[in-house]
């Protein structure tokens, strides 16, 4: 969704539908070779990440939060060139036009299964950006609809796994985080009761809608040959960037989680955010995962504990460095408009993109079943682990 150290550069074998789109023009794939004779057996095998911002890679130039803001912020900014800030290092091409894939992107965690790991999610996507355009898809950000970038890549590769995450911005994700963070520092009043009659209203149709994007999908993919037990849609809900309110570690009648952390939310709200917002939404993606045939990935929990402010995780300072064991795995609120877009806020950094990556590699290791991914408290990235879904 979009709304609100070292630098790394983009893995060489992930691949922006930019690059693809080059490539496919000079006649190379991802593995460096001649596309095949359209035959999708015999093209180099792929994954491939569609949809939001939450699987584009969102908030990958952070590795936990930090009040500096000069420098590398403690380590914290992966954008950091030493002189500069170059958020290209990060999101490469996309940093311009603000679809933010980012060289920590969930896809990437799959590296090692497949020649090609093929990123063409957006911040800010929604179904539609999904659909075809002969469906009724719209371009964004200067790129084509994601289904039919997935054509072109479905021609010349024999695609293994799709791995979906939408519905967040037609929800209105966005617009419930400041609507909630401003009826805290402005309004003194909760968010939640109205907001929840909203999501209400909406939601048979977005779920109406995630269901046609994976239609959108299957279509696609038998249109170029796959056929349906050749390759595997993976759904995934959201993760919550925020802990419920006895979880977190300011006082809500101080203005510290406005001024330090960057959660500025009452406890009622957090509390319908963590559990009946965020898994409401899980329960109906399963459902669609369940009605269209598609594996389901549960991240409803994948950030518990490691969410902004929350009381098992801490701040970078300059005395505490980052860490994915105790800096936390959620990009906050940046109340100051000091550190990077506003976009970026309440995603998955670094950390808690690596944490996510390891989860789609766990769930391709399990080809059938619905699966929740959590992680282990004290422990980094490598800890998470699936619980099958009954």
């Known amino acids: ?59 990958g130039r952070w590795r936990g939060n930090s009040l500096t803001n000069s420098g590398s912020r403690n380590g914290t900014d992966r954008a950091w060139t030493g002189y500069s800030y170059n958020p290209s290092l990060v999101y490469g091409d996309t940093a311009a036009n603000g679809c933010h894939r980012s060289d920590s992107a969930e896809v990437t965690g799959t590296a090692g299964t497949a020649d090609a790991l093929i990123n ?79 999501v ?60 330090t952390g960057g959660c500025p939310f009452w406890d009622k709200d957090s509390d319908w955010a963590r559990d009946s917002l ?32 929350a009381t098992a995780s801490r701040l970078v300072t300059s005395t505490q460095p980052p860490s994915a064991t105790v800096s936390e795995w959620a990009r906050w609120i940046d109340s100051n408009g000091t550190q990077g877009p506003v976009q970026e806020s309440m995603h998955p950094n670094h950390y808690g993109q690596l944490g996510q990556g390891r989860c789609l590699a766990l769930v391709q290791a399990r080809p059938t079943g619905h699966h929740a991914c959590r992680n282990t408290p004290g422990s980094g990235t490598s800890g998470m682990y699936l619980t099958a879904l009954s």
């Open 1 to 59: 969704m979009s709304g609100f150290g070292t630098a790394r550069r983009t893995p060489r074998r992930t691949l922006t539908s930019a690059a693809l789109a080059l490539a496919t023009l000079i006649g190379v794939t991802a593995a460096g070779t001649a596309p095949a004779a359209a035959s999708p057996d015999s093209g180099p095998t792929a994954v491939v990440s569609m949809g939001d911002s939450y699987i584009s890679g969102e908030a």
């Open 200 to 259: 209400d209203s909406k939601i048979n149709t977005v779920m109406a809608d995630v269901a046609k994007a994976i239609d959108e999908i299957r279509a696609v993919m038998s249109a170029a040959g796959h056929g349906p037990a050749s390759y595997r849609v993976v759904l995934q809900s959201y993760p919550s960037p925020i802990p419920r309110g006895a979880e977190n570690r300011y006082s809500e009648s101080g203005w510290s989680r406005v001024s």
């Open 120 to 198: 063409i999610a957006c911040s800010g996507a929604t179904t539609r950006n999904v659909f075809r355009a002969s469906s009724g898809g719209q371009s964004y950000k200067g790129e084509a609809p994601q289904a039919d970038q997935l054509a072109a890549i479905a021609a010349t590769h024999d695609v293994k796994l799709i791995a979906l995450s939408i519905g967040g911005n037609d929800l209105g994700f966005a617009s419930i985080i400041r609507k909630c963070a401003t009826d805290y520092i402005v309004w003194y009043s909760y968010c939640h009761d109205d907001q929840q009659v909203l």
């Open 278 to 309: 965020v898994p409401q939404l899980a329960d109906r993606l399963r459902a669609v995962a369940d009605a269209k045939g598609a594996q389901f990935l549960d991240l409803r929990d994948m950030l518990q504990g490691r969410e902004v402010c």
